[in-house]
């Protein structure tokens, strides 16, 4: 449509403009002022004067212990399922295998990477608990006591098992259609100039993919960073996770500072954008590639 | 070229769907075991006999809806308008969606507590009562939590449902024919729009009903402090209501799955 | 002797009614430019791919050089292919592309980077080494792809509509450089198109192929000026048909619209009163007479007059048929008006009789 000059146009823009304020004044009041809040007073003593000392406290026991555990569990469910997921893709799109199988399995992983919280937490522990059915059917039937040597679905080997069951179909969900991006004539053209299926994968495929796998790995550690629910549910709070420390500290106030909280939460916040931050750029060179 | 199945593909896949069904399976016939030395549904019919359960699982129902409600207001006429008019704010508004991810559950409530537990003052004067003093605006909260958690979900199946239809020209040879702007979304956009958000309203209602993080922090009967709770002193009533809770989630995104087949969707997760 | 021949070769694809590719007999001489010619689905591609190893010959068999390649798998056949949608590899540099070939074949670094270069100079892209493909155009891109496939040094080069997915111009000048760098190193080279002007205008011998199976192979000035059959004649070119009547069989004389005209030879194995069709060539009709006695008259209502920059074409109304008449254009030519009455000659020889 064509636009006169002078006030038309100017006038147009501000009406336009309104169309977007409900979004952005939700967005104002249910997602920037509460963490503003937070993160402004992380910054401030309980008297209100500016302070870096509850940052500095972060480096004070428990506290790095709490970052330190969440990071270890992150990256080891984020490589572990991402391994199996990427492994798990593979075999569907490129490993030949029959075709219904696929909707099947997306149907499923799609529930499975849902499906966290409280009631996976009852899952495992109904499944690998003390008298879980696997536990009991591994000593009844193959002899193995794995409680008796150690293991403790309770701990970090248990808690990161748990969460590998949502964080690998993630990784398949993302990975099926991405490896499907990788055009037929690439692989083609390598056969013809001479490669194996071996020297395909190693120099075209993976390389190809690696942007997009590192990017759903960096994903999967935000998404196992800021779980709440599944860790509580299962632990009951015993095992020192910064999201878990941040609940404590919400209950009841166990720092006797209720700064140091929020200088936690905002410690966190910076760690989760850096994963997202990484995540959208290497989404973006992945597609510049796929295309 | 003969395409031949490798071993090495089955061997991961295999894996893969015994670390999908083993957990589902122990967990059902766990919940079966209520009664000793026999395989019964007790633990169902204990779990569901609990008026607890109902209370909570209709409070978390009706939170649900009211999520879904608020969420498509907020959603689709923004992601209309900026889809039609501002592309230029996309970036901005497709931000917004990612912060749910940058600031998870946990970090959420913290804020809502912080904020809202007293009353919203503007230099000492305050002009707002605090949020959490009564029920009714603590729902409110809750709910806006919710929303929060759906957004990104929401925003992504309303976005993809958009681009699948011309919006422009639909929109404009609704003009011509005399629509205003009620009647195009309501009677033109929204029916087209139908599938996707069928989609983000039945992923809303997996997310919120399990959900325990900011129920649990709020104080708010829901269905997931419930079965937190009844974890503690019960072993296979939680088993049970476990599968019960899948068996919702998978009905949701079978439903899904069934009405978008054939369109290209984005994924739809995330952990709590 | 033949360098590629393709003998009774034969592709059903399972679960297929018909065959993609039936009864395919060619021979290509060492050096040659052959190019398959056809609409969609005719089976050119397919064929090609069978060359290239990536699908296998339900019967038959595939000689490159003297040995048998029929089930040779494509990684060791050592035959160039140039894609339709050039399948660069978007995770290396153009260099990067370029040595894949020789790479993966183990050669020595500095062999490579030699071979490299000189391939970056044949295809007059010396600069753009180090970029990667997303930073390329298409014309670009489709060159890098030509490269790549000639630093193996292959005994045979393949291309598969490598030009479809490019802009009308580029097509002409791109299309040109392939044939130039091809006489060059003189590799023999098999080049699938649907467009028949760069059929015609870049191959020593066109194969046209219709529904799976060889229409006919010549070269293209055999191809556009005896054609063997209706599809080949309509197929490359612009072709008129016109409904006809048998009058005189041993004379040759026909009725088209009640006109007589004249067939180059006696009509074998016709009867007065049959219906055939004949083709004339729209470059070979003339407003002009040339008063020779073996020339044919025919005359008919001017429907429309296009100016197609270098050529005048005159659309004729004859009974129901519409006749296209092209001439060369031509300040001084008088042009006809639209309802005007036209007289049309052309040579008796230059008129086709089909089926």
Not at chain 1, 20 to 35: D, E, G, K, N
Not at chain 2, 16 to 42: E, H, M, N
Not at chain 3, 266 to 292: N, Y
Not at chain 3, 304 to 318: D, E, P, S, T, W
């Amino acid at each position: 449509m064509a636009t006169t000059l002078s006030t038309a146009p100017r006038r147009r823009l501000t009406w336009t403009w309104l169309g977007l304020v409900p979004f952005f004044l939700f967005a104002t009041f249910f997602i920037f002022l509460p963490s503003a809040s937070l993160f402004i007073d992380s910054f401030r003593n309980q008297q209100g004067q500016f302070t870096l000392d509850n940052v500095i406290g972060l480096t004070r026991s428990p506290i790095p212990e709490s970052y330190w555990l969440s990071i270890q569990i992150s990256a080891v469910t984020a490589i572990g399922g991402g391994l199996l997921g990427f492994l798990m893709a593979y075999a569907l799109t490129a490993g030949n295998l029959p075709r219904w199988l696929y909707p099947v399995t997306l149907t499923f992983a799609g529930v499975a990477s849902n499906f966290a919280g409280v009631a996976l937490a009852f899952a495992f522990i109904s499944t690998l608990g003390r008298t879980g059915f696997v536990t009991v059917v591994l000593r009844d039937y193959f002899g193995l006591d794995i409680y008796g040597a150690g293991f403790n679905l309770y701990g970090f080997l248990g808690l990161s098992l748990t969460y590998m069951f949502f964080q690998f179909p993630l990784m398949l969900l993302i990975m099926v259609p991405a490896i499907e991006g990788l055009k037929r004539e690439w692989r083609e053209a390598a056969e013809n100039l001479g490669a194996s299926a071996f020297q395909y994968w190693s120099r075209v495929g993976l390389p190809i993919l690696l942007p997009s796998i590192l990017g759903t790995m960096l994903l999967l550690f935000g998404n196992s960073f800021g779980a709440y629910a599944t860790a509580y549910a299962l632990t009951g709070g015993r095992l020192n996770l910064i999201t878990i420390q941040i609940g404590a500290q919400m209950r009841g106030d166990v720092l006797r500072n209720p700064n140091l909280g929020y200088a936690m939460a905002l410690g966190m916040v910076v760690i989760m954008a850096v994963c997202i931050l990484g995540y959208t750029l290497l989404q973006r060179v992945s597609e510049r590639w796929l295309k | 070229m003969a395409r031949r199945v490798s071993w090495f593909a089955w061997i991961w896949f295999i894996v893969g769907c015994l670390y999908f069904i083993l957990p589902l399976w122990g967990t059902f016939v766990f919940s079966l075991q209520k009664q000793r030395g026999t395989l019964s549904v007790a633990a169902y019919i204990s779990a569901f006999a609990d008026p607890k359960f109902g209370e909570t699982f209709l409070f978390s129902n009706i939170m649900a809806v009211c999520t879904i409600i608020a969420s498509l207001l907020l959603i689709v006429p923004t992601a209309y308008w900026v889809h039609l008019r501002m592309p230029k704010w996309r970036p901005l508004v497709e931000f917004v969606t990612l912060m749910p991810f940058v600031i998870p559950a946990i970090v959420l409530v913290f804020g809502f507590i912080k904020l809202y537990s007293k009353p919203i003052t503007v230099f000492g004067i305050p002009i707002f009562p605090s949020l959490t003093e009564s029920e009714f605006s603590t729902n409110i909260l809750l709910v806006a939590g919710y929303t929060v958690l759906s957004l990104p979900y929401m925003y992504r199946a309303v976005d993809n449902g958009l681009r699948a239809m011309d919006v422009g020209t639909l929109t404009e040879a609704a003009q011509s024919l005399g629509a205003g702007w009620g009647t195009i979304l309501w009677r033109v956009i929204i029916p087209n729009l139908r599938t996707a958000l069928l989609s983000g309203a039945l992923l809303t209602f997996a997310i919120v009903v399990g959900e325990l993080t900011i129920a649990t922090f709020l104080a708010r009967p829901a269905f997931g402090p419930y079965l937190a709770l009844l974890g503690n002193h019960k072993a296979y009533e939680p088993a049970a209501l476990a599968i019960v809770s899948f068996g919702l989630t998978w009905v949701a995104l079978g439903i899904i799955n069934w009405i978008t087949r054939g369109s290209r969707g984005g994924v739809v997760t995330g952990a709590r | 002797m033949a360098f590629l021949e393709l003998s009774n070769v034969r592709k059903v694809f399972p679960n297929a009614q018909t065959a993609a590719v039936e009864n395919f007999n060619l021979d290509v001489a060492p050096g040659d430019f052959v190019s398959f010619l056809g609409p969609s689905g005719c089976g050119k591609t397919t064929t090609l791919r069978m060359i290239a190893g990536f699908e296998t010959p339900t019967t038959g068999r595939i000689v490159m050089d003297g040995k048998d390649i029929t089930d040779m798998r494509p990684n060791q056949r050592n035959i160039g292919m140039v894609f339709q949608s050039y399948a660069l590899f978007p995770n290396m540099t153009v260099a990067d592309n370029i040595g894949f070939g020789l790479s993966v074949a183990g050669t020595p670094k500095p062999a490579i980077k030699q071979r490299v270069t000189e391939m970056l100079a044949l295809i007059k892209l010396e600069q753009l080494g180090v970029r990667y493909p997303y930073q390329l155009s298409g014309g670009q891109q489709q060159r890098v792809a030509l490269a790549r496939a000639l630093a193996i040094r292959p005994k045979l080069l393949l291309l598969d509509e490598p030009l479809s997915a490019l802009d009308a111009k580029i097509r002409v000048s791109l299309r040109n450089e392939i044939r130039a760098i091809q006489r060059q190193l003189g590799i023999t080279t098999v080049y699938v198109t649907h467009d028949q002007e760069e059929a015609l205008s870049l191959s020593d011998r066109v194969v046209v192929m219709n529904q799976g199976v060889i229409e006919q192979a010549g070269p293209p000035f055999e191809i556009y000026n005896f054609p063997k059959s209706a599809f080949v004649a309509s197929f490359v070119g612009t072709l008129n048909l016109l409904a006809a009547e048998v009058a005189d069989p041993a004379a040759g004389a026909l009725l088209v619209d009640g006109q007589s005209i004249y067939a180059p030879a006696a009509l074998e194995g016709r009867q007065r009163g049959d219906k055939v069709q004949i083709a004339l060539r729209p470059e070979l009709l003339s407003p002009d007479c040339t008063g020779r006695d073996d020339e044919n008259q025919i005359s008919g209502i001017v429907d429309n007059v296009a100016f197609l920059g270098a050529i005048v074409r005159i659309h004729v109304r004859i009974g129901d048929a519409s006749l296209l008449v092209d001439e060369f254009n031509n300040p001084h030519l008088a042009v006809p008006a639209i309802g005007d009455r036209i007289a049309l000659y052309f040579q008796r020889e230059n008129c086709l009789v089909i089926n």
